[in-house]
């Protein structure tokens, strides 16, 4: 499912202009006059995901690298892809930057091993950081909103849920407050 995932955010990222005017097109004979505006919502919540899990996961994993081939450890790349795919679960990195952290202090106790674990804690840290920079931006719906739905829909439906849970809330955000709108326009009409 991880390279299927993979597969799927390729083809949205490469034919991502095709692929918008078909769902496009899809929602107005569907919804009518609002599925143009809900089809771009879809679109910019899937490229908010794939940056905001997606690019900060591959991130995390290359800052990790650079700190693990500077320390010498063996099969830092498999390391690297491990915390990558944490990453992208949703679980924190120092599941495997704690061992790390351990085994480079066994090795010895000097000026390198202290600054390799403050450089990589702040990596494994940095998620939380990046993620609220880059999963809201260009998107009208709260951050809050598509992180739930993400993690929600990967719980649900493994990694393809990632995308189709984010989607799903953001839009079922989108409908509740178009909902809400129209109760208070009678409202405010017989005032």
Same mark, same amino acid.
């Given at each position: 499912?991880? #390279? $299927? *995932?993979m %597969?799927?955010? &390729?083809?949205f990222l490469?034919?991502s202009k095709?692929?918008?005017?078909?769902?496009?097109?899809?929602l107005?004979?569907?919804?009518?006059?609002? @599925?143009e505006?809900?089809a771009i919502? *879809?679109a910019?919540? +899937?490229? *908010?995901? +794939?940056?905001?899990?997606? $690019?900060? &996961?591959v991130?995390q994993?290359?800052?990790a690298? !650079?700190?693990m081939?500077?320390? @010498?450890i063996?099969?830092?790349?498999?390391?690297? %892809? $491990?915390?990558?795919f944490?990453?992208?679960?949703?679980?924190? /990195?120092l #599941? !495997?930057i704690g061992? =790390?952290i351990?085994?480079v202090? *066994?090795?010895?106790?000097g000026?390198a091993?202290?600054?390799?674990?403050?450089? =990589?804690? %702040? +990596?494994g /840290?940095?998620d $939380?950081?990046?993620?609220?920079?880059?999963?809201g931006?260009g998107?009208d719906?709260?951050?809050?909103?598509?992180?739930i739905? &993400? %993690?929600g829909? =990967?719980?649900?439906m493994g990694?393809? @849920?990632l995308?189709?849970g984010?989607? #799903?809330?953001?839009?079922?955000?989108?409908?509740?407050?178009?909902? #809400?709108a129209?109760?208070?326009?009678p409202?405010?009409?017989?005032v």
């Amino acid at each position: 499912m991880f #390279i $299927g *995932s993979m %597969i799927i955010v &390729a083809v949205f990222l490469i034919g991502s202009k095709s692929s918008v005017k078909f769902y496009n097109d899809i929602l107005r004979r569907l919804v009518g006059d609002k @599925g143009e505006e809900w089809a771009i919502l *879809s679109a910019l919540t +899937v490229r *908010s995901v +794939v940056v905001g899990v997606l $690019g900060v &996961a591959v991130i995390q994993a290359f800052f990790a690298l !650079i700190g693990m081939v500077a320390m @010498g450890i063996p099969l830092s790349i498999v390391w690297a %892809i $491990g915390i990558m795919f944490l990453t992208i679960i949703q679980v924190p /990195a120092l #599941i !495997i930057i704690g061992p =790390m952290i351990a085994y480079v202090f *066994s090795q010895g106790s000097g000026t390198a091993e202290i600054v390799f674990t403050i450089y =990589m804690l %702040i +990596v494994g /840290a940095s998620d $939380g950081v990046l993620k609220p920079m880059f999963m809201g931006r260009g998107v009208d719906i709260p951050m809050l909103v598509i992180l739930i739905g &993400a %993690i929600g829909g =990967m719980m649900l439906m493994g990694m393809l @849920g990632l995308f189709i849970g984010a989607v #799903i809330f953001a839009l079922s955000y989108k409908l509740f407050g178009l909902w #809400i709108a129209e109760v208070q326009e009678p409202e405010e009409e017989n005032v």
